[in-house]
């Protein structure tokens, strides 16, 4: 080490760095740190300066805008002065609600989807039955849809139990196309090792892709329960966040599944998968069922990942003191996915390379990917999930936890990888390379 040098940062390795996995231009940033004591003692006063002045900042235009008032009282105002900048209506006429949040007067009890998507033809189509209640009086019921077309809508008044007794249901048929968007319910395919194309109906609904799936009101605060029947043909399987209930005959020799009705969620975290997939199964000391599933080409390639999922739930149970709370959970392979993984509750969906492991093949860093991402998308099962914040803006509070107990699930995993001391240097890189920005 050269004597001019008084300190320098310490990274973590190469092959364990997981942001370096992430994004590599962080990666190579960090690799240039190197600087005195001295200057680092300056840019940690004037960074603890900035991040006060931004606070105080933030604090105050919080406490003036209504959006996070909005969070534990009401809602949305509707924009007095409708101006021609407003948003318009499918029929041309000016929107009767202008703002970005639902109001707050009728809020979802549960929904009943129908759906009877057509692999064949690319196009789906459906039902929904949603029972609502309503808060105050209103003559306007707003809910989300997207790039459905809707064929019939219907509301009807119907009593409820409890204290609030006024309710309503909210009928609509809807239809639409199965396309490669990689948001809603979309089409992904894989190449059989014969070279046949098999399609895949699937779903990414986190932020807003559920109003392209069904009618809902499609806010993370808005919770319900679902209940979901799919029609499918017999070479199919569906899946759903909730175990299958029971299989029916329908039209033309196909079938319909109908899934036990969901715990209360968000829409975000509804999923549905049609596909011919196989899959391994598995289940916990408490008694989860737990399954992975991949094209019939790779189930070959799901073991570890079988192994991890059951090993993490089993910590997180433990851990955190409050029992998984559904009767499965079910991680499965897309071949044409966004994001790395979505944490739909007990319907995981990964990036094939986030849950795929072949020994002998994959190389060890691939295999502690897999386990982290297994790890992190299990963390939202509880954080996230079963605690959800009620709009986007505090999404950094499921997200920042995952991220950390992450490295503690995967360290259950495997101990020599260990990723708690990774963890660790992992902070001090990223605290570092903020340096390295100033
Ligand atoms: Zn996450």
């Not at 399954?291 to 955190?320: G, H, M, P, R, S």
């Not at 990964?350 to 860093?365: K, M, N, T």
């Amino acid at each position: 080490m050269a004597d001019d040098i008084e300190d320098v940062s310490f990274l973590p390795g190469e092959n364990l760095n997981r942001k370096s996995v992430y994004e590599p231009s962080v990666k190579q940033r960090c690799k240039q740190l190197v600087c005195s004591k001295g200057r680092a003692t300056a840019i940690v006063v004037f960074c603890a300066v900035f991040i006060l002045i931004i606070a105080i900042i933030a604090a105050f235009a919080r406490s003036g805008s209504s959006s996070c008032g909005k969070l534990n009282t009401v809602l949305a105002t509707p924009t007095p002065n409708i101006t021609k900048e407003d948003i318009y209506a499918t029929n041309g006429d000016i929107f009767p609600w202008q703002d970005i949040r639902l109001p707050d007067t009728v809020e979802p009890i549960s929904y009943d989807v129908f759906l009877d998507p057509d692999m064949k033809a690319l196009k789906f189509s459906g039902t929904v039955k949603i029972k609502a209640k309503i808060k105050a009086t209103t003559s306007l019921i707003v809910l989300h849809t997207k790039n459905l077309t809707l064929t019939t809508v219907l509301v009807k008044p119907i009593t409820l139990t409890g204290p609030t007794r006024t309710g309503i249901e909210i009928i609509i048929k809807f239809n639409a196309n199965i396309v490669s968007k990689l948001a809603g319910f979309y089409l992904s395919s894989y190449k059989t090792k014969s070279g046949e194309i098999r399609h895949i109906g699937t779903t990414q609904f986190q932020p807003t892709g559920a109003r392209q799936a069904f009618p809902c009101f499609d806010e993370p605060g808005l919770k319900a329960t679902f209940k979901m029947s799919i029609v499918r043909d017999k070479k199919h399987i569906a899946l759903f966040n909730m175990p299958l209930n029971k299989t029916e005959d329908y039209k033309n020799g196909r079938v319909v599944d109908r899934f036990q009705e969901s715990v209360k969620m968000s829409t975000y975290l509804v999923a549905f998968v049609v596909c011919d997939y196989k899959s391994k199964k598995g289940k916990t000391k408490s008694g989860v069922d737990v399954a992975v599933y991949a094209a019939e080409d790779q189930i070959d390639q799901v073991d570890f990942a079988l192994k991890v999922a059951i090993t993490v739930l089993e910590y997180y149970d433990d851990l955190y003191k409050i029992k998984y709370p559904l009767p499965k959970l079910d991680l499965i392979a897309i071949p044409d996915f966004s994001a790395g993984a979505m944490e739909n509750w007990g319907l995981v969906t990964y990036r094939e390379s986030a849950v795929l492991y072949h020994p002998g093949e994959s190389s060890d860093s691939d295999k502690q990917w897999v386990a982290v991402v297994i790890a992190h998308e299990l963390a939202h099962q509880w954080f996230g999930n079963l605690v959800t914040p009620k709009w986007w803006d505090d999404t950094w509070l499921n997200e920042g936890f995952a991220s950390y107990v992450e490295y503690l699930g995967t360290d259950k995993v495997d101990p020599t990888l260990k990723m708690v001391n990774i963890s660790v240097q992992f902070q001090k890189s990223c605290f570092v390379s903020l340096f390295s920005f100033l």
